[in-house]
């Protein structure tokens, strides 16, 4: 007998996608209710590393991350300036074990779309243009209130609903994201034929200006600023911007700019940081995913880590007979230390850089991480 029958999940991103997949397989009733009106069609790219593709592959749907996707191993940095030159070749860890390609880009749509359609064949009921808006808790049950409304009583509620979690706060958790002093301008492009896996570049006016393949002929590209308010840049505004600031940067990064020219998407987004001491969980309600930790893309672990929690937490609903203090200190131990080295390199990362520190350790740092998410959560 499973520890639960019936849970209810808010937020359809990758974290609460997961978890509904991994529970419906195991034959628990799932509801899950997304504020959106619908799955969105829209987004950039994403990068997962090994830890991340050993997740999908425990989901089922391993084999249609690897069509949609592209994989590559290693990681080029390259020199602003004329030419854009190589200046090194870095190996990956295989953090995902020997099965797995060390790393994964893929358009952000692709994902959602694939995790989706596997939570509906699995049997999760997927209500979009539904927000929970009220929690309520006995002992052995859980009210949801969605949209004003009660939606019903369940043995767990898992608050996946993302960076500014409502659940978080309905059950008395107030930790907001804070910023770290970032921003990201991010397109989405066809793919240069000279560029086959991320390729990052060091210096010029950017801290980092950067792109990884997402498929046969497409990749992401972006750039990092000290963060700025860019909320009233028009859509042509924000080309404009992108376009300029990347100037410095030749090779690719001339392909990137023809396509921004030719109209692809400039989006911004600010970098946050933020983790939920444990625990957790209040009673039978729980945050996971970016409702519980989130950091800057430094090291590309965010959807990682909310994967990781959706795994650990689903086996343990699955495995254990009962929702008591034993399960959630054992989730607590297996997650709340990993995610919370993962946020600190991440914020540290960044730090260097906003700190003209020119000798850290950078390679060190990113190997110590790699080796942790090489070990399973
Ligand atoms: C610029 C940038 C680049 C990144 N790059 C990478 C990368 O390369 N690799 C990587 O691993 N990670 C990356 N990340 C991190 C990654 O995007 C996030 O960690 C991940 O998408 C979070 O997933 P989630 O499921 O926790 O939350 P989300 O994807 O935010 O999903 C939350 C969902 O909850 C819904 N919701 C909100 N409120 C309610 C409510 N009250 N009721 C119901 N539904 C609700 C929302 O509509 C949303 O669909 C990046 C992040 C940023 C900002």
Same mark, same amino acid.
């Given at each position: 007998m499973t520890a639960v029958q019936k849970v209810a999940i808010a937020g359809a991103g990758v974290a609460g996608l997961a978890t509904a997949i991994f529970?419906?397989?195991?034959?628990?009733?799932?509801d899950l209710y997304d504020a959106q009106p619908a799955l969105s069609t829209h987004g950039s790219g994403i990068t997962l590393q090994g830890n991340a593709?050993?997740? $999908?592959?425990?989901?089922?749907?391993w084999d249609e991350i690897a069509a949609a996707g592209r994989a590559f191993?290693?990681?080029?940095?390259?020199?602003?300036? @004329?030419?854009?030159?190589?200046?090194?070749?870095?190996?990956? %860890? =295989?953090?995902?074990?020997?099965?797995?390609?060390?790393?994964?880009?893929?358009? &952000?749509?692709?994902?959602? &779309? !694939?995790?989706?359609a596997e939570a509906e064949r699995s049997g999760a009921r997927v209500h979009f243009g539904t927000r929970v808006t009220g929690v309520s808790q006995t002992d052995d049950?859980?009210?949801?209130?969605?949209?004003?409304? @009660?939606?019903?009583?369940?043995?767990? %509620?898992?608050?996946?609903?993302?960076?500014?979690?409502?659940? &978080?706060?309905? !059950?008395?958790?107030?930790?907001?994201?804070?910023?770290t002093g970032m921003g990201i301008w991010r397109t989405f492009?066809? %793919?240069?034929?000279? *560029?086959?896996?991320?390729?990052?570049?060091y210096g010029g006016p950017m801290y980092i200006a950067g792109y990884t393949p997402t498929g046969d002929d497409t990749m992401y590209a972006f750039l990092v600023e000290a963060a700025q308010d860019r909320s009233s840049a028009s859509p042509e505004e924000a080309r404009r911007i992108m376009v300029e600031q990347s100037r410095a940067y030749d090779g690719p990064?001339?392909?990137?700019?023809?396509? !921004?020219?030719?109209? #692809?998407?400039?989006?911004?987004?600010?970098?946050?940081?933020? %983790?939920?001491? /444990?625990p957790w969980n209040r009673s039978r309600a729980v945050v996971i995913g970016d409702a519980a930790h989130s950091c800057p893309p430094t090291i590309a672990q965010g959807a990682a880590q909310g994967l990781e929690d959706a795994a650990v937490l689903s086996e343990l609903l699955v495995n254990r007979d009962a929702v008591d203090q034993t399960l959630w200190?054992? $989730?607590?131990?297996?997650? *709340?230390?990993?995610? =919370?080295? !993962?946020?600190? /390199?991440s914020v540290q990362l960044g730090q260097w850089q906003l700190d003209g520190v020119r000798d850290a350790d950078m390679g060190?740092?990113?190997?110590?991480?790699?080796?942790?998410? #090489?070990a399973r959560a």
């Open positions: 529970l419906a397989k195991a034959g628990v009733e799932v593709l050993r997740v $999908f592959d425990e989901l089922g749907v191993e290693g990681l080029n940095l390259r020199a602003p300036g @004329p030419g854009a030159p190589v200046v090194a070749a870095l190996p990956d %860890l =295989k953090t995902g074990g020997p099965d797995y390609p060390s790393t994964m880009g893929m358009s &952000r749509p692709d994902l959602a &779309r !694939i995790l989706l049950a859980v009210a949801v209130e969605v949209d004003g409304r @009660p939606a019903g009583t369940f043995d767990v %509620l898992v608050g996946a609903d993302g960076l500014h979690s409502a659940v &978080r706060e309905m !059950i008395g958790i107030h930790v907001s994201p804070e910023q492009v066809s %793919l240069p034929p000279e *560029v086959d896996r991320s390729e990052l570049y990064w001339n392909h990137i700019r023809a396509d !921004i020219e030719a109209g #692809a998407d400039a989006n911004y987004t600010w970098f946050t940081r933020h %983790l939920v001491d /444990a200190d054992e $989730f607590h131990e297996r997650r *709340v230390a990993r995610a =919370k080295a !993962i946020v600190d /390199a060190g740092l990113m190997f110590g991480v790699a080796q942790l998410t #090489a």
